[in-house]
């Protein structure tokens, strides 16, 4: 099993869709978790940071995180075309040592 | 947060040449990172670079290959030593800060 799993995509909605990107780790020791945006021949952007369970919001974005389930979530509201983008989730552990990276989910908004 | 620069942006190498990158962060950080990208795939750790000791290379890649120099905190270099085509890549550095990451933006290789 991989430490971290995600959807590759490519997942392509329509403008103003709810976008719903995941992931599914296997180590119960991970604490810190992070969405990266990644627009074509750009470096990682990093778009929202937790620590532990719960949820944290930031515009129109909303990350979750249900260490319980170890399930991780990124909620895009009223999705632009300037969201079209890969979106990587990655996680650590207490220190920020062992960074791990999920492979990235491809989206693509259609206006 | 951190602002990094990497230099070159982008460059077209000859097969058997080598090309050194440049990482230049705007404050000072114990742990920097690099990362190689192929087109469409995820992050692969190349090593991580800790000022003041040795690089440490994941799995699949070594200090002949690819070496590493960290001088002091806010810069480091990654060097693609004898260039093949299978090099050709996008190759990124990071910094922790705290406990998360922040990139570059990355240097696009094409190895001839």
């Known amino acids: 099993q991989k430490e971290v799993e995600q959807d590759p995509g490519p997942l392509s909605v329509p403008e103003g869709a709810i976008v719903s990107l995941n992931c599914t780790y296997s180590?119960?020791?991970?604490?810190?978790f992070m969405w990266y945006r990644q627009y074509s021949r750009k470096g990682p952007e990093l778009l929202m940071y937790t620590y532990s369970s719960g949820n944290k919001e930031d515009g129109r974005f909303t990350a979750q995180v249900d260490k319980s389930s170890k399930y991780i979530s990124l909620f895009i509201r009223d999705s632009q075309p300037s969201d079209s983008a890969t979106y990587l989730c990655a996680m650590s552990r207490v220190g920020g040592q062992n960074f791990v990276f999920g492979p990235g989910t491809r989206l693509s908004v259609l206006p | 947060s951190a602002v990094i620069s990497q230099k070159p942006s982008r460059d077209i190498c000859q097969r058997g040449t080598s090309l050194t990158i440049q990482c230049q962060v705007d404050?000072?950080?114990?742990?920097m990172f690099w990362y190689r990208q192929q087109p469409g795939q995820s992050l692969t750790l190349i090593a991580t670079a800790n000022q003041g000791s040795e690089a440490t290379y994941e799995s699949g890649f070594v200090i002949d290959k690819f070496p590493i120099s960290r001088p002091n905190l806010t810069f480091s270099t990654l060097t693609v030593s004898n260039m093949s085509p299978e090099d050709s890549s996008i190759y990124l550095c990071?910094?922790?800060?705290?406990?998360?990451?922040?990139f570059g933006p990355g240097t696009r290789l094409l190895v001839l």
């Open positions: 990071s910094v922790a800060l705290r406990e998360t990451q922040y």
């Open positions: 180590n119960s020791a991970f604490q810190y």
């Open positions: 404050s000072q950080v114990t742990m």
